[in-house]
């Protein structure tokens, strides 16, 4: 096998020019894209912690209702369009125009059944004026949505691009906020806002696309959108299921709740989505090497899925105890004690992390080892658990019912993605735990001992040093093994190992 090579002679394989260049190249992607991700991350956190104190929580709540049913509204222009364009650019550069006018075809006439679907639905359901106007103002995202093409530049390996505009994107959209939002009545500008700054993302990208392939022509080519939507639904179906639990629990909480609710649980998960996208980040990082580990070597894969667990485990217990006892800190410092009713939620929705940190383990390989069936089936079953918990719990437990449905979903689906992978390779977790768990233990005393005489920062960092010296006093992670599990994604630029 080609993978057989020992890691001695991998390490000292010199690279050709041609390799450098790939490296350099794949390196300035991955720098610019995920550099981009974090700091839009961080600029569209900013924007949401003062939209939450000007707004107040009613207001906030109803912006966090209307986003959600935004959300199942995009799907008719999603489609798994995005990944089926990214892959075919990716495989022949020279036909990106093509497809560039043939998806943005199917779009913007997905984009205008979509919002006349949206104004069926606005007419129908039973809200206020305000929140019916504010969901119809989020719908204009649609369009900015479907004129996007980022997936362009992805596949043509331009990511610097990409990053750019997000960045200007949310640039734009903090400024303009932080310039025009300034009390709770003038909420319906925040949808208008928020479409504007899309429109400046999108405009920079047709730019830089028109200089360097000339401006494109929309398709309404029926044979070659057959073709096309034959491939990429499939991949879409995966993508429906996964917003089906990031949305369901705040839709049913507006409709069977009041707004207020609503702010407490959407404040709480802001800050949920925004920790779980570093493990995120992570995880996209060593996908390409998961999947050439598993045409390439076993052994190397379970090497690194092994190292993996471990430093997971030593990161998800100190997290999800942490957030537990800082909860209160933490909602105070970013949103004001107007959302402290969203503390038992947030308590509960930490542990959703540590189980989505440990459950991609299996998901993302079960993906990258060529199992996309598999996954969607996993990936459906916690759809299916969030609907149903949602409907029973949310009713009687409001937004705590909401976490709690949360959690078991993603419980759902860990077990499944863990049996499947298992069938692969096994990775068994749970051995990476007693340590961690031991220095959390001692943490999360300390923490409860001085919680009400530190505030949020010399508290998160003095908690911080109590967990680290424990664990590298128990030896639950060494840094030969953090050095290792570097040297091994650093190889992901090598082309030379195979």
């Known amino acids: 096998m080609a993978g057989s090579r020992s890691l001695t002679s991998i390490d000292m394989k010199q690279p050709s020019g041609g390799e450098i260049s790939t490296a350099r190249r794949i390196f300035r992607n991955f720098f610019s894209l995920y550099s981009a991700e974090i700091v839009t991350n961080l600029l569209r956190f900013l924007a949401v912690a003062y939209l939450a104190r000007i707004l107040g929580v009613q207001a906030f709540g109803e912006i966090g209702f209307a986003t959600a049913v935004l959300a199942y509204f995009t799907l008719l222009i999603n489609l798994g369009l995005d990944t089926f ?3 075919e650019v990716a495989r022949d550069p020279s036909l990106v125009k093509n497809y560039v ?7 913007i006439l997905g984009s205008l059944l979509s919002f006349a679907l949206l104004l069926a ?3 129908l359901i039973p809200k206020p004026p305000q929140v019916k106007n504010l969901i119809l103002l989020y719908g204009l995202g649609i369009f900015s949505f479907s004129l996007s093409l980022d997936w362009a530049f992805l596949g043509i390996e331009k990511m610097q691009y990409v990053a750019l505009s997000r960045i200007l994107r949310q640039i734009s959209y903090l400024g303009l906020i932080l310039l025009l939002i300034a009390k709770p009545e003038q909420i319906l500008t925040v949808p208008l806002v ?13 730019l830089v696309f028109a200089g360097k392939f000339g401006f494109y022509r929309i398709q309404f080519d029926l044979v070659s959108w057959k073709g096309i939507l034959r491939q990429s639904l499939p991949m879409g ?3 429906i299921m996964i917003q089906v639990y990031y949305n369901f629990d705040v839709v049913i909480l507006g409709f069977m709740k009041s707004e207020q609710e609503v702010g407490w649980y959407t404040a709480a998960y802001k800050i949920i989505l925004l920790v779980n996208a570093i493990g995120l980040i992570y995880y996209n990082t060593i996908f390409p090497i998961i999947s050439r580990y598993y045409k390439t070597s076993q052994e190397k894969l379970q090497t690194l899925l092994n190292h993996t667990a471990k430093l997971m485990c030593t990161a998800i217990v100190p997290l999800g105890v942490g957030g537990v006892f800082a909860a209160r800190q933490i909602l105070d410092f970013v949103y004001g004690k107007e959302f402290l009713g969203g503390i038992l939620a947030f308590q509960i929705l930490i542990w959703v992390v540590a189980i989505i940190w440990i459950s991609c383990i299996y998901g993302n390989s079960l993906l990258a080892c060529d199992r996309q069936k598999q996954f969607l089936v996993g990936v459906s079953l916690g759809a299916v658990t969030n609907v149903l918990a949602n409907l029973i719990l949310i009713p009687r437990l409001s937004l705590v019912g909401a976490a709690i449905s949360t959690i078991l979903a993603e419980g759902v689906v860990f077990i499944y993605m863990y049996r499947r992978f298992s069938e692969i390779i096994r990775i068994p977790f749970a051995r990476y735990l007693p340590k961690p768990l031991a220095a959390s233990l001692v943490m999360g005393l300390f923490m409860f001992w001085v919680r009400n005489q530190l505030s949020l920062f010399p508290l998160v960092f003095a908690a911080i040093a109590v967990y680290f010296s424990l664990i590298f006093l128990l030896r639950g992670i060494t840094w030969q093994e953090i050095v290792e599990l570097k040297k091994q994604i650093a190889r992901r630029t090598q082309p030379g190992d195979k």
Not at 101 to 107: A, T, Y
């Open 101 to 107: 006018g043939n998806i943005l075809g199917i779009r």
């Open 194 to 206: 928020q479409f504007a700054s899309a429109m400046v993302a999108v405009f920079v990208l047709t």
């Open 237 to 239: 179906l995966s993508f």
């Open 121 to 123: 639905f606005v007419s």
């Open 85 to 87: 364009g990214v892959r």
